[in-house]
């Protein structure tokens, strides 16, 4: 376009010829901006722009291979669940404490697999707690596929397993990650109160998540199958709650995310904003010894 321009300019130097330039590039400008919106509008009417496509980002195994430097695999049992009539995969670690009755429910993000997020489990079992991981349906070795009725099914078999190993809901710490908090919610506000709940990076709900993830002032449900109405859950969550976010998440934006769910909540409740996180380096930006004890003391203490 550059080499055309200048030979245009160049074949017409009179002000005529500049002014049938400008008007051939508003003709250009006009048919591609038309062109645009109506091919997005297309899209959107038919429901193929879909956001779920990327807020799933699973990934299948057939095995999992999960490190053993910092839990031993004798701490670590393999656990098969059905919910809708699939089945889903999960891990229960023991804590290296034989007398510790605190366990974390962990819902994970979008990424992949349990297996990504093994480093969290590390986590949680170096702060000296007893953890369940589960695949959502369509991730890792979870048959099925991944939806918002699904991850709340999901979660509510994982937890059913949970209290199945003896774990009273006083003893029972409600974690949620990004696409996480959402079933996390969903468990703390509907199916049982837990001990505490602690969601990290997590969204508000679909159209907020819309709105920052795809830059676009559109409704979620132009984009999404699912509503996510975390806001309006998290009001009926009665347990202590502790809020995660980076300052600098580009995915789903602190202010319209994670203030707003902090907004909503009920009292006892504290918002950490940690100054140079992006979405997934929270416990890294805050620093790992700083993040264990802040975790640990919140489980063990409260506010």
Known sequence: MKIQLQQIVIASPDVSGRSNLCFQWRRLLRRVCTTTLLAMTAVWSIGCFDLDSSLFNNDALTSYNLRTTVIPESSRTQIVLTSQGKKIYGYLVKSPNANES???LYNHGNRDHLQYYWDRVELFYTMGFNVFIYDYQGYGMSEGEPGEAAIYSDAT???AFVRSQRFADSSITVYGFSLGGAPAIHLASS?????RLITEAAFASAS???????LLDLPGSYVMKGEYKNDEKIKNVHAPV???HGVNDTFIDMEKNGNVLFN???DPKRFIAVSGADHSDLPAKMGEAVYLQTIKDFVLFGL
């Open 102 to 104: 605190n366990i974390i």
């Open 208 to 214: 907020a998540l819309t709105k920052s993830a795809t």
């Open 191 to 195: 199916v049982f109160t837990p001990r």
């Open 157 to 159: 078999e994982a937890y």
């Open 264 to 266: 909503n909540a009920n």
């Open 242 to 244: 502790l809020i995660l």
